[in-house]
Protein backbone atom coordinates (compact mmCIF):
# COMPACT_ATOMS: atom_id res chain seq x y z
CA UNK A 1 0.00 0.00 0.00
CA UNK A 2 1.43 3.17 -1.23
CA UNK A 3 0.79 6.47 1.15
CA UNK A 4 -0.36 9.76 0.23
CA UNK A 5 -1.86 12.91 1.71
CA UNK A 6 -2.74 16.05 1.48
CA UNK A 7 -1.91 19.16 3.66
CA UNK A 8 -3.13 22.37 4.86
CA UNK A 9 -4.69 24.53 7.21
CA UNK A 10 -7.79 23.84 7.30
CA UNK A 11 -7.77 20.67 5.87
CA UNK A 12 -10.83 18.63 7.26
CA UNK A 13 -13.13 20.56 4.58
CA UNK A 14 -10.82 18.76 1.84
CA UNK A 15 -12.65 16.36 -0.69
CA UNK A 16 -8.74 15.13 -2.13
CA UNK A 17 -8.65 11.83 0.02
CA UNK A 18 -12.54 10.82 -1.47
CA UNK A 19 -11.22 12.00 -5.06
CA UNK A 20 -8.09 9.86 -4.57
CA UNK A 21 -9.45 6.73 -3.60
CA UNK A 22 -11.91 6.81 -6.22
CA UNK A 23 -9.23 6.80 -8.40
CA UNK A 24 -7.50 4.44 -6.87
CA UNK A 25 -10.68 2.04 -7.41
CA UNK A 26 -11.24 2.73 -11.17
CA UNK A 27 -7.47 2.16 -12.27
CA UNK A 28 -6.70 -0.83 -9.74
CA UNK A 29 -4.41 0.60 -7.78
CA UNK A 30 -3.88 0.35 -4.03
CA UNK A 31 -2.95 3.38 -2.12
CA UNK A 32 -4.00 5.08 1.19
CA UNK A 33 -4.54 8.59 1.07
CA UNK A 34 -5.17 11.07 4.47
CA UNK A 35 -5.78 14.61 5.12
CA UNK A 36 -2.96 16.06 7.68
CA UNK A 37 -3.25 19.31 9.40
CA UNK A 38 -0.21 21.61 9.14
CA UNK A 39 0.19 24.77 10.02
CA UNK A 40 2.81 27.06 8.21
CA UNK A 41 5.08 27.22 11.04
CA UNK A 42 5.11 22.60 11.61
CA UNK A 43 4.55 22.09 8.06
CA UNK A 44 8.38 21.46 6.98
CA UNK A 45 8.43 18.84 9.92
CA UNK A 46 5.30 17.23 9.44
CA UNK A 47 6.76 16.73 5.67
CA UNK A 48 9.59 15.12 7.35
CA UNK A 49 7.50 12.80 9.16
CA UNK A 50 5.31 11.80 6.40
CA UNK A 51 8.25 11.34 4.61
CA UNK A 52 10.10 9.24 7.27
CA UNK A 53 6.42 7.16 7.55
CA UNK A 54 7.30 6.18 3.69
CA UNK A 55 4.77 8.97 2.20
CA UNK A 56 5.42 8.88 -1.53
CA UNK A 57 3.62 11.92 -2.77
CA UNK A 58 1.29 14.80 -1.57
CA UNK A 59 -0.98 17.44 -2.56
CA UNK A 60 -0.79 20.67 -0.77
CA UNK A 61 -3.35 23.08 -0.16
CA UNK A 62 -3.75 26.72 1.02
CA UNK A 63 -1.92 28.36 2.82
CA UNK A 64 1.27 26.04 2.31
CA UNK A 65 2.28 26.03 -1.61
CA UNK A 66 4.83 28.60 -1.64
CA UNK A 67 6.15 27.53 1.39
CA UNK A 68 6.20 23.98 -0.43
CA UNK A 69 7.75 25.31 -3.66
CA UNK A 70 10.60 26.63 -0.81
CA UNK A 71 11.08 22.74 0.50
CA UNK A 72 11.22 20.66 -2.94
CA UNK A 73 14.96 20.02 -4.06
CA UNK A 74 13.53 19.35 -8.04
CA UNK A 75 11.07 21.62 -9.03
CA UNK A 76 9.12 21.41 -12.90
CA UNK A 77 8.97 24.26 -14.75
CA UNK A 78 5.03 24.42 -14.18
CA UNK A 79 6.47 25.29 -10.90
CA UNK A 80 8.81 27.67 -11.01
CA UNK A 81 6.78 29.63 -13.06
CA UNK A 82 4.17 30.01 -10.02
CA UNK A 83 6.83 30.04 -7.42
CA UNK A 84 4.24 27.42 -5.67
CA UNK A 85 3.91 23.63 -5.32
CA UNK A 86 0.81 22.05 -5.20
CA UNK A 87 1.71 18.30 -5.95
CA UNK A 88 5.02 16.64 -4.17
CA UNK A 89 6.32 13.74 -5.12
CA UNK A 90 9.16 11.68 -3.66
CA UNK A 91 12.33 10.43 -5.57
CA UNK A 92 15.39 9.49 -4.21
CA UNK A 93 15.20 10.90 -0.55
CA UNK A 94 14.05 14.13 -2.24
CA UNK A 95 10.81 16.58 -2.74
CA UNK A 96 10.03 16.97 -6.43
CA UNK A 97 7.56 20.12 -7.09
CA UNK A 98 4.87 20.32 -9.65
CA UNK A 99 1.64 22.67 -10.04
CA UNK A 100 -1.56 20.84 -11.50
CA UNK A 101 -3.73 23.71 -10.52
CA UNK A 102 -3.80 25.64 -13.48
CA UNK A 103 -3.97 22.70 -16.06
CA UNK A 104 -6.51 21.24 -13.85
CA UNK A 105 -8.28 24.91 -14.07
CA UNK A 106 -7.89 25.17 -18.03
CA UNK A 107 -9.27 21.57 -18.34
CA UNK A 108 -12.18 22.15 -16.87
CA UNK A 109 -13.20 25.25 -18.44
CA UNK A 110 -12.11 23.83 -22.18
CA UNK A 111 -12.52 20.36 -22.23
CA UNK A 112 -15.27 19.68 -19.66
CA UNK A 113 -17.54 22.48 -20.65
CA UNK A 114 -16.08 23.74 -23.88
CA UNK A 115 -15.15 27.15 -22.85
CA UNK A 116 -12.51 29.25 -25.26
CA UNK A 117 -10.61 31.18 -23.11
CA UNK A 118 -8.39 32.96 -25.93
CA UNK A 119 -8.40 36.36 -26.23
CA UNK A 120 -10.61 36.81 -22.98
CA UNK A 121 -9.11 40.28 -21.10
CA UNK A 122 -9.14 38.77 -17.87
CA UNK A 123 -9.29 39.50 -13.89
CA UNK A 124 -7.34 37.27 -11.40
CA UNK A 125 -8.62 37.97 -8.22
CA UNK A 126 -5.84 37.34 -5.80
CA UNK A 127 -1.90 36.37 -4.95
CA UNK A 128 -1.71 33.46 -2.79
CA UNK A 129 -0.61 30.13 -4.11
CA UNK A 130 -3.79 28.75 -6.16
CA UNK A 131 -3.76 32.52 -8.38
CA UNK A 132 0.48 31.79 -8.78
CA UNK A 133 -0.92 28.03 -9.99
CA UNK A 134 -3.31 29.28 -12.38
CA UNK A 135 -2.04 32.64 -13.76
CA UNK A 136 0.82 31.15 -16.19
CA UNK A 137 -1.77 28.62 -17.42
CA UNK A 138 -4.26 31.68 -18.09
CA UNK A 139 -1.70 33.25 -20.50
CA UNK A 140 -0.60 29.59 -21.75
CA UNK A 141 -4.49 29.47 -23.04
CA UNK A 142 -4.07 32.54 -25.05
CA UNK A 143 -6.00 34.96 -22.45
CA UNK A 144 -5.30 38.54 -24.39
CA UNK A 145 -4.50 40.39 -20.58
CA UNK A 146 -4.14 39.43 -17.38
CA UNK A 147 -5.14 42.27 -14.57
CA UNK A 148 -4.02 40.93 -11.23
CA UNK A 149 -5.77 42.24 -7.92
CA UNK A 150 -4.95 41.34 -4.47
CA UNK A 151 -5.91 42.54 -1.32
CA UNK A 152 -2.00 43.32 -0.37
CA UNK A 153 -0.92 44.86 -3.58
CA UNK A 154 2.87 43.76 -2.91
CA UNK A 155 1.79 40.30 -3.90
CA UNK A 156 -0.09 40.80 -7.13
CA UNK A 157 3.19 42.77 -7.81
CA UNK A 158 5.45 40.52 -6.89
CA UNK A 159 3.21 37.75 -9.31
CA UNK A 160 3.27 39.81 -12.08
CA UNK A 161 7.49 40.47 -12.02
CA UNK A 162 7.13 36.67 -11.67
CA UNK A 163 5.56 36.18 -14.50
CA UNK A 164 7.77 38.03 -16.65
CA UNK A 165 5.12 38.94 -19.48
CA UNK A 166 4.71 42.91 -19.05
CA UNK A 167 2.45 43.16 -22.02
CA UNK A 168 -0.07 41.27 -21.07
CA UNK A 169 -0.14 40.64 -17.43
CA UNK A 170 -0.42 44.00 -15.24
CA UNK A 171 -1.11 44.38 -11.45
CA UNK A 172 -3.85 46.67 -9.85
CA UNK A 173 -5.08 47.97 -6.84
CA UNK A 174 -8.18 46.55 -5.98
CA UNK A 175 -9.89 49.69 -5.18
CA UNK A 176 -9.03 51.31 -8.52
CA UNK A 177 -10.93 48.26 -10.40
CA UNK A 178 -13.65 50.51 -11.14
CA UNK A 179 -11.63 52.15 -13.98
CA UNK A 180 -10.68 49.11 -15.49
CA UNK A 181 -13.61 48.62 -17.61
CA UNK A 182 -15.39 45.23 -18.39
CA UNK A 183 -13.67 41.83 -18.27
CA UNK A 184 -14.60 38.50 -20.52
CA UNK A 185 -13.05 36.33 -17.51
CA UNK A 186 -13.41 36.91 -13.66
CA UNK A 187 -11.42 34.24 -11.40
CA UNK A 188 -11.87 34.42 -7.72
CA UNK A 189 -8.95 32.75 -6.75
CA UNK A 190 -9.29 34.68 -2.96
CA UNK A 191 -10.10 32.24 0.12
CA UNK A 192 -11.85 35.86 1.28
CA UNK A 193 -15.14 33.54 1.78
CA UNK A 194 -13.33 30.79 4.34
CA UNK A 195 -12.35 34.16 6.26
CA UNK A 196 -15.95 34.55 6.64
CA UNK A 197 -16.72 37.64 4.21
CA UNK A 198 -20.29 36.71 3.50
CA UNK A 199 -20.86 39.79 0.04
CA UNK A 200 -18.04 39.92 -2.57
CA UNK A 201 -17.95 44.13 -2.97
CA UNK A 202 -16.67 44.63 -6.45
CA UNK A 203 -17.99 47.44 -9.15
CA UNK A 204 -21.24 45.74 -11.58
CA UNK A 205 -19.07 47.43 -13.93
CA UNK A 206 -16.54 44.93 -14.15
CA UNK A 207 -18.94 42.51 -15.84
CA UNK A 208 -20.79 42.39 -18.95
CA UNK A 209 -23.01 39.44 -19.97
CA UNK A 210 -20.50 37.72 -22.16
CA UNK A 211 -18.45 37.56 -18.78
CA UNK A 212 -17.30 34.00 -17.84
CA UNK A 213 -16.85 34.35 -13.98
CA UNK A 214 -14.99 31.22 -12.33
CA UNK A 215 -14.79 30.70 -8.50
CA UNK A 216 -12.08 28.17 -7.65
CA UNK A 217 -13.83 27.82 -4.25
CA UNK A 218 -16.77 25.18 -4.41
CA UNK A 219 -19.36 24.47 -1.90
CA UNK A 220 -20.74 27.02 0.16
CA UNK A 221 -17.38 29.09 0.19
CA UNK A 222 -18.45 30.16 -3.39
CA UNK A 223 -21.93 31.32 -2.91
CA UNK A 224 -20.48 34.83 -2.03
CA UNK A 225 -18.29 35.71 -5.20
CA UNK A 226 -21.06 33.34 -8.42
CA UNK A 227 -23.68 35.49 -6.45
CA UNK A 228 -21.87 38.81 -7.26
CA UNK A 229 -21.16 37.24 -11.06
CA UNK A 230 -25.18 36.95 -11.09
CA UNK A 231 -26.16 40.35 -9.93
CA UNK A 232 -23.70 41.41 -12.29
CA UNK A 233 -24.99 39.72 -15.18
CA UNK A 234 -22.33 37.38 -15.80
CA UNK A 235 -24.04 34.25 -17.86
CA UNK A 236 -21.31 31.72 -17.47
CA UNK A 237 -20.40 31.40 -13.47
CA UNK A 238 -18.49 28.30 -12.43
CA UNK A 239 -17.20 27.28 -9.09
CA UNK A 240 -13.98 25.54 -8.50
CA UNK A 241 -15.31 21.50 -8.13
CA UNK A 242 -14.43 20.55 -12.02
CA UNK A 243 -10.94 22.07 -11.40
CA UNK A 244 -10.37 20.60 -8.12
CA UNK A 245 -11.11 16.59 -9.62
CA UNK A 246 -8.71 17.61 -12.59
CA UNK A 247 -6.11 18.92 -10.83
CA UNK A 248 -6.18 15.37 -8.64
CA UNK A 249 -6.29 13.84 -11.64
CA UNK A 250 -2.77 15.39 -13.75
CA UNK A 251 -1.35 14.62 -9.52
CA UNK A 252 -2.42 11.20 -9.58
CA UNK A 253 -1.12 10.67 -13.55
CA UNK A 254 2.42 11.92 -11.96
CA UNK A 255 2.29 9.57 -9.40
CA UNK A 256 0.87 6.43 -10.56
CA UNK A 257 1.47 6.63 -14.65
CA UNK A 258 -2.16 6.49 -15.23
CA UNK A 259 -4.69 9.01 -16.17
CA UNK A 260 -8.16 8.41 -14.63
CA UNK A 261 -11.24 9.62 -15.67
CA UNK A 262 -12.58 12.59 -14.20
CA UNK A 263 -16.03 12.65 -15.40
CA UNK A 264 -17.68 9.69 -13.03
CA UNK A 265 -15.97 11.31 -10.16
CA UNK A 266 -17.05 14.80 -11.20
CA UNK A 267 -20.78 13.87 -11.28
CA UNK A 268 -20.71 12.10 -8.28
CA UNK A 269 -19.33 14.79 -6.12
CA UNK A 270 -21.98 16.94 -7.92
CA UNK A 271 -24.80 15.31 -7.28
CA UNK A 272 -26.19 15.52 -10.28
CA UNK A 273 -25.01 16.11 -14.24
CA UNK A 274 -24.73 19.68 -14.24
CA UNK A 275 -22.79 21.32 -17.32
CA UNK A 276 -22.27 24.59 -16.03
CA UNK A 277 -22.19 25.47 -12.59
CA UNK A 278 -24.89 28.85 -11.80
CA UNK A 279 -25.82 30.38 -8.65
CA UNK A 280 -29.54 30.44 -9.71
P1 LIG B 1 -3.64 31.34 0.01
O1 LIG B 1 -3.81 31.34 1.49
O2 LIG B 1 -2.31 31.03 -0.57
O3 LIG B 1 -4.06 32.80 -0.57
C1 LIG B 1 -5.26 33.38 -0.15
C2 LIG B 1 -5.62 34.55 -1.05
O4 LIG B 1 -6.88 35.07 -0.67
C3 LIG B 1 -4.62 35.70 -0.99
O5 LIG B 1 -4.57 36.35 -2.22
C4 LIG B 1 -5.27 36.59 0.08
O6 LIG B 1 -4.90 37.95 0.01
C5 LIG B 1 -6.73 36.46 -0.32
N1 LIG B 1 -7.64 36.77 0.78
C6 LIG B 1 -7.80 36.09 1.94
N2 LIG B 1 -8.76 36.68 2.71
C7 LIG B 1 -9.20 37.76 2.01
C8 LIG B 1 -10.19 38.76 2.24
N3 LIG B 1 -10.90 38.76 3.39
N4 LIG B 1 -10.40 39.71 1.29
C9 LIG B 1 -9.70 39.69 0.14
N5 LIG B 1 -8.73 38.77 -0.15
C10 LIG B 1 -8.50 37.81 0.77
O7 LIG B 1 -4.76 30.35 -0.55
P2 LIG B 1 -4.82 29.63 -1.97
O8 LIG B 1 -4.41 30.62 -3.00
O9 LIG B 1 -4.11 28.34 -1.94
O10 LIG B 1 -6.37 29.30 -2.11
C11 LIG B 1 -7.32 30.32 -2.40
C12 LIG B 1 -8.71 29.70 -2.50
O11 LIG B 1 -8.80 28.89 -3.68
C13 LIG B 1 -9.01 28.79 -1.32
O12 LIG B 1 -10.28 29.09 -0.78
C14 LIG B 1 -8.94 27.39 -1.89
O13 LIG B 1 -9.83 26.50 -1.28
C15 LIG B 1 -9.32 27.61 -3.36
N6 LIG B 1 -8.65 26.62 -4.22
C16 LIG B 1 -9.39 25.74 -4.97
C17 LIG B 1 -8.76 24.83 -5.80
C18 LIG B 1 -9.56 23.89 -6.63
O14 LIG B 1 -9.00 22.91 -7.13
N7 LIG B 1 -10.83 24.15 -6.85
C19 LIG B 1 -7.31 24.72 -5.88
C20 LIG B 1 -6.64 25.71 -5.10
C21 LIG B 1 -7.29 26.59 -4.28
P3 LIG B 1 -3.61 38.49 0.84
O15 LIG B 1 -2.43 38.20 -0.04
O16 LIG B 1 -3.88 39.94 0.99
O17 LIG B 1 -3.57 37.74 2.14
Known amino acids: MSHYAVFGHPVSHSLSPRIHAEFGRQTGIALDYTAIEAT ?16 KGANVTLPLKE ?22 TRNDGQWHGDN ?19 GRRTLLLGAGGSARGVAPALLDAGVSELVIANRTPERAD ?37 DGLQEFSLPFALAASRTLAVDLNYGEAAIPFLAWAQAAGC ?16 AFE ?10 GVYATLRGKDASLVTAD
Open 40 to 55: PAGFAQALDAFAAAGG
Open 67 to 88: AAFALCSVTSERARRAGAVNTL
Open 100 to 118: TDGIGLVRDLTARLGLDLR
Open 158 to 194: ALVDLLGEPGRAHSRYWNDLVNEGDFALIVNATSASR
Open 235 to 250: RDRVDGLGMLVEQAAA
Open 254 to 263: LWHGVRPDTA
